[in-house]
């Protein structure tokens, strides 16, 4: 690695936590001087970027050896070998491909292939087909699971929040540059406050490994499980052991590819968007009744705050809230809802996306001011919209014009409650034995860990965050 690079990962670092900056050590850097990076060389005067929470993560102090090798297996290169043995070996060894699709991927198809969301994703699903991919789903279900679950979990937090003192605030969970942060920086400040409910996307991983493959009359591992996503650190989430079933010796999610990476799997294929035969995405129950598409509340994000936040109020305080209105505080990424009544602030919340909101807000956390009762915690500034996965223009610097187009396309999907969909409803009872069986319990919840120390080796260099 050259000097300009190490200089620049030092630079990443340097508004970070004290704790951070101490794993930034001289034996690490010496180590990654004998490295390259697989993107290319770098030449020239770096100028300063803002420091992201996933230019934190790239460093070498949280991630181990053991886990550089697992994120080294979610690339195009590894999905195009499953696909090549699959043309190669006999058909009753062929691995069933599952591709899932985050919506917050599907407008950045949209803008890239000048068409509408439900035009884009038809597209998608067409090309993936072509190559090879059997089942193409949207994670919208699941993130259904994920807020409902975080819903309930956060009336039950705020019941007890008397007694016990890890109740208030709740963070959302459905971050895993957040998680990762939480976890290996700030440890026990932060984690007991963490809701348990699983992300999307891991959700959606037990869906197709568990409830889809029996009704398909499959095995977890004769199912290859990629998932879509706008943001790289979706990596690092589908390779955390609670996601692993060693005795099936199957993951959830076998693979975590970016917008962009699909995109460039696309201009590989040098296949024309014109060619590619339009096909409707797939449905865990094999139907679809009204539109395939749809999306949750929040500007970019599945909307969890506006959704805990609604349910909450009729929950708590039998208040019907329809519109929720935002008080830009820092920036249009620090934002805040209060719920009041005759003059009384009921609820307090806060939508906290980017890292440098993120250390404010752990600032404030440190000193016991944080008057919240749930933030929503993103490390993209934006959201999830604006992961660096599909956003990033030239320099590593978001693409403004591009973000704002996916925002815009978007913000088209009509909504729908997730309490509201017959489908969800279904797979609580079919899939789960019931809303709040010990079933649903363990399937949709997860536990988080306090490991402060760094690990004694360092990241591979061929990998690029």
């Not at 919506?103 to 038809?122: G, N, R, T, Y």
């Not at 807020?147 to 937090?157: A, D, G, H, T, Y």
């Not at 909450?312 to 305080?317: D, I, Q, S």
């Not at 999907?413 to 279904?426: A, D, H, N």
Request: proline share 5%.
């Amino acid at each position: 690695m050259s000097e300009v690079s190490i200089a620049r990962k030092k630079e990443k670092c340097e508004n970070c936590t004290k704790q951070c900056n101490k794993k930034q050590s001289d034996d690490a850097l010496s180590s990654l001087q004998e490295g390259s990076i697989a993107n290319g060389e770098v030449s020239g005067h770096i100028p300063a970027q803002p420091v992201l929470l996933s230019a934190c993560l790239s460093c070498d102090g949280c991630v181990s050896e053991e886990e550089s090798q697992k994120i080294s297996q979610q690339s195009l290169q590894e999905i195009n070998h499953v696909l090549a043995l699959n043309k190669k070996c006999d058909a009753s060894k062929h691995k069933v491909l599952v591709v899932s699709v985050c919506p917050q991927s599907l407008p950045f198809f949209a803008v890239k292939f000048h068409l509408d969301i439900p035009e884009a994703a038809q597209k998608l699903c067409g090309f993936l087909k072509s190559v090879g991919v059997k089942y193409v789903f949207d994670t919208t279900v699941a993130a259904s699971f994920s807020i409902l679950e975080s819903q309930k979990e956060f009336v039950q937090r705020y019941r007890r929040r008397h007694h016990d003192t890890h109740a208030m605030p709740m963070f959302t969970s459905s971050c895993p540059g957040w998680i990762r942060y939480a976890e290996h920086v700030l440890g026990s400040l932060v984690t007991p406050h963490i809701c348990t409910a699983r992300s999307p996307q891991q959700i959606m991983g037990s869906l197709v490994k568990d409830y889809f493959t029996r009704q398909q009359k499959l095995t977890p591992e004769q199912v290859y499980h990629v998932v879509v996503a706008p943001c790289f650190d979706k990596k690092l989430e589908a390779v955390r052991e609670e996601f692993y079933n060693s005795l099936l010796e199957s993951r959830d999610v076998d693979c975590v590819l970016t917008s962009g990476e699909i995109l460039h799997m696309m201009e590989q294929s040098n296949v024309s968007m014109e060619s590619i035969d339009p096909v409707p995405l797939d449905h865990v129950f094999g139907e679809i009744n009204g539109p395939s598409l749809m999306r949750h509340d929040g500007r970019g994000s599945e909307g969890f705050l506006e959704h805990i936040f609604k349910y909450a109020a009729k929950e708590l305080f039998g208040l019907d809230v329809q519109e929720i209105v935002y008080k830009t505080l820092r920036n249009r990424d620090f934002q805040e809802v209060v719920l009041e009544r005759d003059g009384e602030t009921l609820l307090q919340c806060a939508a906290v996306y980017g890292f440098r909101n993120i250390q404010t807000l752990v600032h404030r956390m440190r000193k016991g001011k944080v008057p919240y009762q749930l933030v929503e915690v993103l490390s993209c500034p934006g959201g999830c919209v604006s992961g660096r996965g599909q956003a990033e223009g030239e320099g590593g610097k978001p693409d403004r014009a591009l973000v704002q187009q996916m925002e815009e396309a978007y913000s088209s999907l009509p909504i729908r409650l997730p309490e509201t969909k017959p489908e969800v409803q279904r797979l609580y009872q079919d899939w789960l034995e019931g809303q709040d069986s010990p079933r649903a319990q363990q399937t949709l919840h997860t536990k988080y860990s306090n490991n402060m120390q760094p690990p004694t080796q360092t990241l591979n260099p061929d990998i690029q965050w």
